[in-house]
Every structure is written in C-alpha cells, then in structure tokens.
C-alpha cells in the first residue's frame, strides 16, 4: 500500500477522533436547557463571548453591547455565566431590590487571601458567602450604610470633597493624575469614618499619616 495512503487514513482518523467530542460540546450546549437569562450576544460553543470581551477596552465593549440588548443583558465566559447591568435602575434591582439573591452568588477564588484568618474577618477576601460572611455584611450594613449612619456623615463627606476642590484649584495649570487625587480623598474619608484622622495626602503620600481632623 502506499505510504502516502497509509499517512492520509491515519490523519482522517485523527482528525475523526477530535471531531466526535468536539461535535458533542456542541449538541450538548445547543439542547443544554437552562434558567431564563436576559439577553446578550450570541454565544460562542465551549469558549462563549469571551473573543468579545478580550479587547484593552472591555468597559467600551459592554456599553456598545448594552446598546443593543438593553440595561440588563447575559454574557458566557466560557462556562460561566455573567449578568451585567449598566443602568441606575438595574443597578438598584441587583444591589437593594434583589440584594440576598446577589450575596449567595457563587465567588471565582482567583485572588486568595495570604492568610486563612481574612476569610473570618473580611468582607472582600472572604472565599464564600457563609454564616460569617453574612454576619460581616449585616453588620456592615447597620453599623456603617444605613440611613441614619449616612445622615450623620454628610459634613465629613462634604469636607473631603472641599479639600479635594481645594487641591485641585492649587494646581492650575499642572498635570494632575485625578484617580489618584479622588481615591486620596475617598481613601481620607472612610479613614475619618473609622479612626478620625486622615491617612493619605493629595499627592499620594502616606507621610502624614495619623493627622486628624
């Protein structure tokens, strides 16, 4: 038999071989039935949206997307599925309205916390919404973004916002990193909500830490 007949059966029976379980991922993501979804992109098998998504601008990607499907849409990445709302009224209806459904969602553990002991007593680095996670929150939400709490700190929070005005009318005509200038009064602000002093200055120093206010 020829050699080259012999390489050409060899190479369909490979390619046959790769063909059968790819062709199943496709029938079973095509009959695959799951919960209602809100709109979104049409997915790609086994990878999803994720060629959408894998530009430098996803931010860009989502609002164009969000054009066309709406406030409220469903993207696949991979196998895992994202819901993203980009609208005040979505965000309300994620965040307050169906906000218990949002804290048992499932976590991607990508980042762990170097130490076990952050599961215990973080909000952020905690690995799963558990009874102590819940506890975290609820305290959080009672002790410092409840209404009467909120009430109480709008001189603080106008204070900061002044300064940062302040700062920033002192540098005409410099380049400013605004990021960074607004994430030292933010950082300023929750450390005034907690300690009473500030912890950053506006030009990103720690130097002058412990001055209080």
Avoid at 17 to 33: A, D, E, T, V
Avoid at 99 to 108: E, I, M, Q
């Amino acid at each position: 038999m020829d050699l080259k007949a012999i390489a050409l059966e060899i190479n369909l029976l490979y390619a046959s071989l790769l063909l059968i379980p790819l062709l199943f991922l496709i029938f079973k993501h095509i009959s695959l039935k799951g919960p209602p979804l809100p709109p979104g992109p049409y997915p790609l098998p086994i990878i999803g949206n994720i060629l959408q998504m894998a530009g430098k601008k996803p931010y860009v990607t989502l609002t164009n997307l969000a054009e066309v499907h709406g406030p409220l849409m469903s993207l696949r990445l991979g196998r895992q599925i994202l819901i993203v709302g980009s609208s005040p009224a979505a965000a309300t209806e994620i965040l307050k309205t169906h906000d218990r459904a949002l804290s048992g969602r499932y976590v991607a553990h990508a980042h762990p916390a170097k130490s076990p002991k952050f599961n215990r007593l973080s909000l952020g680095f905690a690995s799963e919404c558990n009874d102590q996670w819940k506890y975290l929150r609820a305290l959080c939400r009672t002790e410092l973004f409840s209404p009467k709490v909120l009430e109480s700190q709008v001189e603080l929070r106008e204070k900061k916002v002044m300064e940062m005005v302040g700062f920033l009318g002192g540098k005409e005509g410099e380049v400013v990193v605004i990021g960074e200038v607004v994430f030292a009064a933010i950082f300023n602000t929750m450390s005034n909500t907690f300690f009473s002093m500030d912890f950053m200055d506006f030009e990103g120093s720690t130097e002058k830490v412990g001055r209080e206010h």
